[in-house]
């Protein structure tokens, strides 16, 4: 049974060889949080070996090198535990397009799937911080002064760093429109109103 609450999901990040599974592309790691009521309870990480080298740029880009993977365990294996870990939550993640791309490839090719739904904090920010210069991770945890190691591009890191920025979405929500929960389904609501109207969609939650 899923948690309809907004502050119960798991949050997670994929490091990826590249853009697009559909080229061929294969998570490197994957990093997740799972928050029941607003606290961090659990959290998931893994290296993983994609069966293939990966380009100096992705070393440079994520700190993750082909050295470390080959020691890591192959895709399937880590994926077979994480949709494990996954089971009956939502989940949210930053840019959530390009993580359920790699989440939903890795895991057809075991053949398990997942009964939770995605929300996209990106698509949230930019409704809900229109103000912001940027809408990338860390341009948001740099505007709501979210308190942070420095660490980006690191499945874990940005899973924790995305779980704070989604907790104080939620609770800018509450405090601006006096919405006592939000839910699951009002944040993917929010993802998809014009931000011309978002203001005046939450006024009358």
Not at 75 to 103: K, P, T, W, Y
Request: aromatic share 8%; proline share 3%.
């Amino acid at each position: 049974m899923l948690n309809p609450a907004s502050n119960s999901a798991i949050v997670l990040d994929f490091e990826t060889t590249g853009l697009s599974p559909n080229q061929g592309d294969r998570a490197i790691e994957i990093g997740a949080v799972k928050l029941e009521d607003g606290v961090v309870v659990d959290t998931f990480q893994a290296l993983m070996n994609p069966g293939f080298r990966i380009t100096s740029f992705i070393e440079s880009y994520t700190g993750i090198t082909n050295q470390m993977l080959s020691t890591a365990a192959p895709c399937e294996v880590v994926m077979d535990r994480f949709a494990d870990f996954i089971h009956g939550s939502n989940l949210v993640a930053h840019n959530a397009s390009f993580d359920q791309r790699f989440l939903d490839a890795e895991l057809s090719l075991i053949n398990r799937h997942y009964t939770g739904e995605f929300a996209c904090s990106m698509l949230i920010a930019r409704r809900i911080y229109q103000e912001a210069p940027n809408h990338k991770l860390g341009g948001l945890v740099a505007f709501r002064q979210i308190e942070n190691d420095g660490v980006f591009h690191r499945a874990l890191a940005d899973s924790e760093m995305t779980a704070k920025l989604w907790l104080t979405m939620i609770e800018d929500i509450q405090t601006r429109y006096s919405i006592t929960t939000p839910s699951f389904k009002l944040m993917q609501k929010i993802a998809k109103k014009p931000k011309s109207s978002v203001n005046a969609f939450l006024c009358t939650q």
